[in-house]
């Protein structure tokens, strides 16, 4: 079955510096990969997806690359902001989706 | 509000309690889903239902018993639980359509059990 392995699994970024999330899938079928963001005590919310026919998507500060050779992808964050500080889920998708583990990223001022 | 309703926000139950969980979704969708969240692990899917029938099971204990009586409603009925299912219960839905499986989720039920 699919296997997705995020890392890391907590990431403490200065405010205005940038913050990168890798994560790995096993299955080379996986054709759609969404991010979601968790704030505490909140739903997971999407904050961006790719799909497997493109290589990069970007969204103003946010941007996911996809390496469908190497089976990982990224969430970049660039000017990051407190109001970033939360739990960041990859997932990768062939028949249902596989979250990975989850990363807590905290901005600090 | 993304559209998808959880009720109730928090349970506490013992273990010889039987209590439901309900979703609601309003977004259109005919895929539903319920997933459990505990700290430190990645979501676990526990069942689907895509155009009203059943179509995973991801090996979960007969204890949980999930029902969806419309595509828009989702149960999941809960029978002498143990403190290990103690977690977050979050409820998605999305279109059933492969090239269109965004999904929205709930804002889950925080679920205690004594």
């Known amino acids: 079955g699919e296997n997705v392995e995020q890392h890391p699994s907590t990431l403490s970024v200065q405010e205005g510096d940038s913050a990168v999330i890798k994560c790995t899938y096993s299955?080379?079928?996986?054709?759609?990969f969404p991010w979601y963001k968790q704030e505490l005590g909140k739903r997971p919310q999407l904050i961006i997806d790719?799909?497997?026919?493109?290589g990069e998507k970007k969204d103003q500060r946010i941007a996911v690359t996809l390496n469908k050779t190497a089976k990982h992808f990224s969430l970049h964050i660039t000017e990051t902001q407190p109001e970033d500080s939360a739990v960041y889920f990859c997932?990768?998708?062939?028949?249902?989706?596989?979250f990975g583990a989850g990363t807590q990223v905290v901005v600090t001022p | 509000e993304t559209g998808v309703t959880q009720t109730p926000r928090h349970l506490v139950m013992g273990m010889t309690n039987k209590k439901s969980l309900k979703c609601e979704q309003h977004?259109?969708?005919?895929?539903m889903y319920w997933y459990k969240q505990s700290a430190k692990k990645p979501l676990e899917l526990m069942f689907v239902?895509?155009?009203?029938?059943?179509?995973e099971n991801n090996s979960v204990p007969s204890r949980f018993s999930p029902e969806c009586p419309n595509s828009s409603h989702l149960f999941l009925h809960l029978h002498t639980l143990q403190p290990e299912d103690s977690a977050l219960y979050l409820c998605?839905?999305?279109?059933?359509?492969?090239?269109?499986?965004?999904?929205?989720f709930g804002a889950g039920t925080r679920l205690s059990v004594l």
């Open positions: 998605a839905s999305s279109q059933a359509t492969p090239a269109k499986n965004i999904q929205y």
């Open positions: 977004l259109g969708h005919n895929a």
């Open positions: 299955d080379s079928a996986s054709n759609y």
């Open positions: 239902y895509s155009l009203e029938e059943r179509v």
């Open positions: 997932a990768a998708l062939w028949g249902k989706l596989q």
């Open positions: 790719i799909r497997s026919n493109v």
